[in-house]
């Protein structure tokens, strides 16, 4: 079980890893594009999203890769797959010509059903490794700080 | 809190956020600050408006995308609302997953060799919904372009030729050089602004126009 809740961990560090160094590498405005195409912020929060959400994508999976406050990470995996799925769903609900999530910049093209399922598996295995911490902690840096304050 | 902890995880953010930002000044050095080929660089001109026009601006558009087709549409307002102010050029972006798209725009490539860009690329755009769901597009592509006027076998000879390849590829080429990712993407004056949302207010904002 230790060994499946790491690769659990692992999958869903590199997930936000690659999602969040995409967008970060892609010129500002390609993000902006999809976040406008989701019409859920008002026009004024939008440049502020597309410029700050990447970071902290990016961030959150890298912590979470090398188990660095993993219980933050996965706590902060959780709440952004949450409002993946909210945003996902009021687009499908009504009906905006999205054909591609825009998750992966261009990297992956995924359209929007495909999201939710990826969405809803990432929340399980956030959930399912903070259920049982010790055992995701396993090869973490966390870990390695825990033994060496002790 | 061990010091050791935070003082990693500070580094470590640090690291991470000034390495992805050095790379990404690396991968594009100038590109985007760059001129743009302009409408003499290519074999034919897809050209609206006057060269001379304040404000260029550059559009790189699938035909199989339902957002360029309203982008299409808005534009042709913007001309109305804005005259004088912008001249607009055309490059094709088509993208893989849209599977007639390139060979949509190796047809409008044809037309424009006829000097019959722009009706073809409004009916394309009409009439996307459409020719999308087709199995084979060749024959519709020929009526609706000996239906604007063009000469058949000039058409034909054009398609067959492998010419209008290169001139695709080359609008490929430099989107993706200048980080294009999604269509449309604009160059209002060398800005990127993606998506029709922000064009008017890029276009004003180059003209001068103070914006709030």
Redesign the interface.
């Known amino acids: 079980m230790n060994r499946v809740l790491f690769l659990v961990r692992v999958v869903l560090g590199l997930v936000f890893v690659v999602s969040g160094?995409e967008k970060?590498?892609?010129?500002y405005?390609?993000f902006?594009?999809?976040i406008?195409?989701y019409d859920v912020l008002p026009k004024t929060l939008e440049p502020g999203a597309a410029f700050l959400f990447p970071?902290c994508e990016?961030?959150t999976g890298?912590?979470v890769l090398?188990g660095?406050?993993t219980s933050v990470g996965l706590r902060m995996v959780m709440l952004f797959s949450t409002l993946f799925l909210g945003v996902v769903g009021q687009a499908i609900v009504r009906e905006l010509?999205i054909?591609?999530c825009?998750c992966f910049?261009?990297l992956v093209?995924l359209p929007l059903h495909a999201v939710i399922f990826l969405d809803a598996s990432l929340l399980i295995g956030a959930a399912v490794c903070l259920k049982d911490l010790k055992a995701a902690r396993r090869w973490s840096?966390d870990g390695l700080?825990a033994r060496?304050?002790k | 809190m061990p010091r050791a902890k935070i003082l990693v995880t500070v580094l470590l953010s640090f690291l991470v956020i000034g390495g992805v930002s050095i790379v990404k000044v690396l991968r594009t050095p100038g590109t985007i600050e760059g001129p743009l080929s302009g409408p003499g660089d290519r074999a034919h001109t897809r050209l609206l408006g006057d060269p001379a026009a304040p404000v260029r601006v550059v559009a790189f558009t699938d035909f199989q995308c339902p957002a360029c087709a309203q982008a299409a549409e808005v534009v042709k307002i913007l001309f109305v609302r804005l005259p004088g102010v912008f001249s607009f050029e055309f490059r094709y972006y088509p993208f893989p997953m849209h599977f007639f798209s390139r060979r949509a725009s190796v047809y409008a490539e044809c037309m424009a060799a006829q000097k019959l860009f722009w009706p073809f690329h409004d009916v394309l755009f009409r009439s996307q919904m459409s020719w999308g769901r087709m199995e084979v597009v060749d024959p519709y592509f020929t009526d609706l372009a000996v239906s604007l006027g063009a000469d058949g076998v000039a058409l034909k000879a054009c398609v067959n030729s492998g010419v209008p390849e290169k001139a695709i590829d080359q609008d490929l080429g430099e989107g993706r050089v200048r980080g294009v990712r999604a269509t449309p993407t604009f160059f209002v004056n060398g800005k990127m602004v993606v998506g029709v949302h922000d064009l008017e207010r890029e276009i004003r904002r180059a003209r001068g126009e103070d914006f709030l």
């Open positions: 160094l970060a590498l892609s010129p405005e390609n902006l594009y999809v406008q195409s970071w990016l961030l890298l912590f090398l660095l406050w010509s054909t591609d825009g910049g261009s093209q840096l700080f060496d304050g």
